[in-house]
Structures are given as structure tokens and as C-alpha cells.
């Protein structure tokens, strides 16, 4: 009997999860985080489009996923805008495509969007801030804030600043 | 031997600088100058390579771009190290973490590039404490809250 629950229980298909990675450390952080929980999700990818070093770094395969990165300090405000929507409109075409039942990311920019669609369809939305927040706030972060269900802070300083975090340790 | 290294970024006020101090110093340097322009003329040096363990390891001092990625992999690695801040960033991200990390004393901060060559004078002699992870459980609470979704 036993036997037969467990092999039921074993072919329930594994949730399905999207990981945002970003670059440096932001990535760094996350694949850490993603090799912490193992493999009993289905993991799907989602980078920035130039990023040429993410996607090596991934151990537990997943679908990858990309999209455009308005990059603010090179371009003007009206190109940064038309990058913005782009980055958006990509970013909604690959959540109704993969479908998650939970986003992941670490403090990256293109995080952002993708996070408040998710949050409008009912994706729970998970952030952990980058590591490198010690007792100040990215804009990222302030942002995410209002749109998680689970927000993390890797030093404790930092639930001065969101008074609602979870503190459960560093990723680094 | 003193390893400096910019990852994947550019950096070419700190490797100009080194190059130009690499004739006085007494040891060996070695520069790893990723996508920078300046290419060093006094010092053995490298853009890329598959693998900067073998350096690390050779290294008696890193001397490091302060992103978060290295500096915790050096502070696991246990390797002293100088971080240079690259505050060429507008908003000055890294200030925060280093700050953090070299008052506990785990690494030697260099916020501003006027200071590196006192600071390489005298790493031989600064003393700094290992660095120890606290236990991690973001993943536990992460599980938790997705095993209760069903």
C-alpha cells in the first residue's frame, strides 16, 4: 500500500517556477538559492539578453528565458521608455507561457515587471534583497516590497528599512 | 605575488594606477583587466581566463573590484584581500557591503583609489579576521511557504 502512495505521490508533476537572474551577483545569489531548494521544482530561467555569464552557471536545467534590459544610463529617457515597454511586453508573453505558480529573484532590475503581472494573475511573488543591502534600500527593492508575498533580507540592519522582511541568514 | 582582478567589468583607473606602481613594488603582479581599454606595459596581465583559482591560490594579496560576487568569494576562500571601490557607479552600490564587511575586519576597503598604495605597503602586516557565513534557511522558509500552496 505504501509502495503505491509514494509512486503516486512521485509522479504529481513538481510546481513550476520562474528565476529571475540578472548579472553578478544578483545571478550568484539566486543559483545559490536555487541549488539550497534542489531539484523538486521545475525550474524555468528568465536573464537579461546580453548577459553572456548566466547561463553557464546553471546546475539544475531549466527552460531559459530571455529578455531586453533598458539599460537608463546610456540611452535617452524617450529610448529608455520604448526599452521599458518592450522589456515588458516580453516579459508578460514568457509569464503566460510558463504559467509559474511562484516567481524568485534577487534583486534584479528586469524582476520588476515580470513580478507585477505575476502578481495581477496570481503568481505569489518571492524576493530576497541582494546581499550587498546592508542598511540601505535599492529602488528594486523598495518596489518589490509592495509586490511580494515573501520578502527576505540578507543582513538584519535592513528590517529598519522594511519592517516586514523575513531575515533567515545570507546566500554568500 | 599580487593578484588584481575586475571580473567581468572595467576598471582602468585601478589597473592604470597598478601599472604604474607595479615597478616599485617588491613582489610579482599579475592583472586580470577584463573588458578594460588600458592595457598594462609594466605588469604581466590578462583579460580573461577559464578559471582565476590558480591565482587566487598563487596570491599572497588579491587585490579585488568591490562587486559582491568576488568579495564573498574571496572572504570564503579565506584569501586576504584589498577591495577597491569603483565609485564610478552613480549610485555607489558597493559602498554599503564594504563598509559592512571591513568593519567585522574580514577584508581591507579601499574606498578611494588615492589610498592603494599605503594600503599595499602595508597588507603584509594588516591582520584579517575569517569570515563565517551565518546559517542560511531562506530556502526551509521558502519550501514551507510553497508547500502550503498545494
Known amino acids: ?172 | 605575488m599580487i593578484f588584481v582582478t575586475v571580473g567581468t567589468t572595467d576598471f582602468d583607473q585601478l589597473v592604470e594606477l597598478v601599472d604604474r606602481l607595479a615597478p616599485s613594488l617588491l613582489d610579482r603582479v599579475v592583472v586580470q583587466i577584463g573588458n578594460g581599454q588600458y592595457v598594462p606595459r609594466n605588469c604581466e596581465h590578462f583579460r580573461f581566463a577559464p578559471s582565476l583559482d590558480p591565482y587566487y591560490d598563487e596570491a599572497d594579496i588579491v587585490v579585488a573590484h568591490g562587486g559582491l560576487g568576488i568579495t564573498m568569494e574571496l572572504l570564503a576562500k579565506g584569501k586576504k584581500s584589498i577591495s577597491v571601490e569603483n565609485t564610478t557607479y552613480a549610485d555607489h552600490h558597493q559602498t554599503d557591503i564594504l563598509r559592512a564587511l571591513a568593519r567585522e575586519g574580514y577584508l581591507i576597503w579601499c574606498q578611494d583609489l588615492g589610498e592603494l598604495p599605503s594600503l599595499l605597503e602595508h597588507a603584509p602586516t594588516m591582520k584579517v579576521r575569517p569570515y563565517v557565513a551565518p546559517p542560511c534557511r531562506i530556502a526551509e522558509v521558502i519550501q514551507g511557504f510553497l508547500s502550503r500552496l498545494g
Open chain 1, 1 to 172: 500500500m505504501t509502495s503505491s502512495l509514494n509512486s503516486h505521490n512521485s509522479e504529481k508533476r513538481p510546481m513550476r517556477v520562474l528565476v529571475v537572474l540578472g548579472e553578478g551577483g544578483h545571478t550568484t545569489q539566486m543559483l545559490r538559492l536555487v541549488q539550497l531548494l534542489g531539484p523538486i521544482y521545475d525550474y524555468s530561467y528568465l536573464m537579461p539578453k546580453h548577459d553572456q555569464t548566466s547561463e553557464r552557471k546553471i546546475a539544475i536545467a531549466g527552460r531559459m528565458y530571455r529578455a531586453i534590459v533598458p539599460r537608463t544610463k546610456q540611452s535617452s529617457p524617450l529610448e529608455t521608455l520604448r526599452l521599458s515597454l518592450l522589456c515588458a511586453v516580453q516579459e508578460l508573453r514568457i509569464l503566460l507561457g510558463v504559467r509559474p505558480k511562484a516567481i524568485l529573484s534577487a534583486g534584479a532590475g528586469i524582476a520588476v515587471p515580470l513580478s507585477f503581472f505575476g502578481r495581477l494573475l496570481g503568481v505569489k511573488i518571492i524576493h530576497v534583497e541582494s546581499a550587498s543591502r546592508v542598511r540601505t534600500s535599492s529602488l528594486t527593492g523598495k518596489i518589490m516590497y509592495r509586490i511580494a508575498h515573501l520578502f527576505f533580507v540578507q543582513w538584519e540592519p535592513l528590517k529598519e528599512k522594511f519592517p516586514k522582511a523575513i531575515y533567515a541568514g545570507r546566500l554568500l
